[in-house]
C-alpha cells in the first residue's frame, strides 16, 4: 500500500541554521508528492507540493524535490527563521478507483529559537 | 474569501454517546474529505465525497462512524456510542475538483474528546 516515512522530531535549530526533514514514500505509480505545514494554533495549509518526477516544489524559502529513484522528498530551507516554527506534513496523493486521499506522515515538530 | 469551517470547535462527550461533527467547504469545491488526527499522530483518512459519486469510504475505522453529504455543499460526520479511543481531532478538507494533483484545503478541525 501507499505509505509516507518522515523523520522524527521535535527538531530544534537556532534562528538562520539549515532545515532538512526527510521525507521517502511507498506508492505504486507517480503520486503527487506535498508538504503541508501546521502553525501553533491554526489549521493545515499547503506549503508546497511536486506533481512528477524531478520537480521542485518551492515556497516561503522552502523547498523539495521529488526524486524517483530514491522515493524521496525532502524539505529544505537554508536559513530557518523562528516563525517557521510548526508541525511538518509530508504527504502523498494518489487516485485510486475514481476515489482519492491524501496519505500523510507522521509529522515532524520544529521548534526555531533566536 | 471564507475558508473551510468546522463546527463545533471543541467537543467534550461522555462515553457511549453518539456526536456529530459538521464542516462547510469552501464555496465551489466539489471534493471534501474527512481526516483524524490523533494525538502524536500523522493525519488518517476516513471518508472522501466528490460531486455525486458514491463516496469512498474505506478509511471509516468502524460502523459507528458515518457522514453525509448534501449535494457539494456541507458535510457532517457522526460518531454513535462514542469511544475513548475516538478523542482525535477530526479535520476537514475540501478541494476544487477532486483530483489527485488537486489542493486541498483545510479547516480548523474539531477537537473531540471522550471522557
Known amino acids: 500500500g501507499n505509505s509516507v516515512t518522515q523523520m522524527e522530531g521535535p527538531v530544534t535549530l537556532s534562528e538562520e541554521a539549515f532545515l532538512t526533514i526527510n521525507c521517502t514514500y511507498t506508492?505504486?505509480?507517480?503520486?503527487?508528492l506535498f508538504w503541508y505545514v501546521q502553525y501553533p494554533g491554526e489549521g493545515l495549509q499547503l506549503l508546497l507540493k511536486?506533481?512528477?518526477?524531478?520537480d521542485k516544489g518551492s515556497n516561503k524559502g522552502f523547498e523539495a524535490t521529488y526524486r524517483k529513484e530514491t522515493t524521496s522528498f525532502h524539505l529544505e530551507k537554508g536559513s530557518v527563521q523562528v516563525s517557521d516554527s510548526a508541525v511538518y506534513f509530508c504527504?502523498?496523493?494518489?487516485?485510486?478507483?475514481?476515489?482519492?486521499?491524501?496519505?500523510f506522515g507522521k509529522g515532524t515538530k520544529l521548534t526555531v529559537n533566536p | 474569501g471564507a475558508g473551510v469551517s468546522q463546527s463545533p470547535s471543541n467537543k467534550v462527550t461522555e462515553k457511549g454517546k453518539d456526536v456529530e461533527l459538521r464542516c462547510d467547504p469552501i464555496?465551489?469545491?466539489?471534493?471534501l474529505y474527512w481526516y483524524r488526527q490523533r494525538l502524536g499522530q500523522g493525519l488518517e483518512f476516513l471518508i472522501y465525497?466528490?460531486?455525486?459519486?458514491?463516496?469512498?469510504k474505506s478509511g471509516l475505522p468502524s460502523d459507528r462512524f458515518s457522514a453525509e453529504r448534501t449535494g457539494e455543499s456541507v458535510s457532517t460526520l457522526t460518531i454513535q456510542r462514542t469511544q475513548q479511543e475516538d478523542s482525535a481531532v477530526y479535520l476537514c478538507?475540501?478541494?476544487?475538483?477532486?483530483?489527485?494533483?488537486?489542493?486541498?484545503?483545510f479547516g480548523p478541525g474539531t477537537r473531540l474528546t471522550v471522557t
Open positions: 478538507a475540501s478541494s476544487l475538483v477532486g483530483g489527485g494533483r488537486d489542493e486541498q484545503y
Open positions: 506508492a505504486t505509480g507517480y503520486p503527487s
Open positions: 511536486a506533481t512528477k518526477a524531478d
Open positions: 504527504a502523498l496523493s494518489r487516485t485510486q478507483g475514481g476515489s482519492e486521499k491524501l496519505v
Open positions: 464555496s465551489g469545491h466539489t471534493a
Open positions: 465525497f466528490q460531486g455525486n459519486s458514491a463516496p469512498d
